[in-house]
C-alpha cells in the first residue's frame, strides 16, 4: 500500500496524509467516488455519466463497501498476465516501493475509459513517488483485448487480466 508519506486528494482541495481511517472509511470512500465522477461530467455526455452515476449508486445500495478492500490495506499476493503475456508479481513490485492497483471491467466502457484515463494523468506523479500502477480487469480480458484498451485510454502503465479466476478483480 502507499506509505503515510503519501497523499490522496479530497473533495474541496484538501490534501490528507491519512490513507486509511477504520472510523470513516466508508465515508471518505464515497466522497472520493462523487468528487471523481464530479470532475468527469465535463468530458462525457449525460447519458454516460447518468449510468456511472447509477451504477455506482446500484453499488453503494448493494453494501459492497464493507466487504471491500479499502484504501491504504495491503491487497493479498498476485501473478497476473500482461499485455505480452509476461507474468507481473505483485511481490516484486512492491520491493521497489509502493504499489497502487485499480481495477477495469475488461472493455472499452466510458468508465474504464475515465479509470483509466485518470490513472494516467497521474501516472508521472505516483513514479515520481516511486510507486509501481497497475490495473487488474477480469480473466476473459485476452492480450489483445489490453492492447486496444491501453491504445484507447492512453495507458502506459501495466494492463493485467486476472487469469487466476478472478481472484485479484
Do not use: C, W
Not at 445500495?61 to 479499502?70: K, V
Not at 491504504?72 to 521497489?96: C, N, W
Not at 490495473?135 to 486476472?162: E, N, Q, R, W
Amino acid at each position: 500500500p502507499l506509505g503515510p508519506h503519501s497523499q490522496i486528494g479530497q473533495p474541496g482541495g484538501r490534501r490528507s496524509n491519512v490513507l486509511f481511517d477504520r472510523r470513516s472509511h466508508r465515508t471518505r470512500n464515497s466522497e472520493l467516488i462523487e468528487f471523481e465522477l464530479a470532475k468527469l461530467q465535463d468530458n462525457y455526455p449525460n447519458g454516460e455519466m447518468r449510468f456511472m452515476f447509477e451504477e455506482v449508486d446500484r453499488l453503494k445500495a448493494s453494501g459492497i463497501e464493507a466487504s471491500s478492500l479499502q484504501v491504504g490495506r495491503q491487497a493479498p499476493d498476485f501473478k497476473l498476465s500482461g499485455r505480452d503475456g509476461q507474468l507481473i508479481d505483485s511481490r516484486k513490485l512492491r520491493k521497489q516501493g509502493p504499489l497502487i492497483v485499480t481495477f477495469f471491467q475488461g472493455q472499452k466502457s466510458p468508465l474504464d475509459m475515465a479509470t483509466l484515463e485518470s490513472m494516467q494523468t497521474q501516472y508521472s506523479r505516483f513514479q515520481a513517488k516511486g510507486a509501481s500502477l497497475v490495473a487488474v480487469g477480469p480473466g476473459t480480458t485476452t492480450s489483445d483485448d489490453l492492447y486496444k484498451i491501453a491504445a484507447f485510454s492512453g495507458a502506459k502503465f501495466p494492463l493485467l487480466s486476472d487469469t487466476a479466476d478472478n481472484q485479484v478483480a
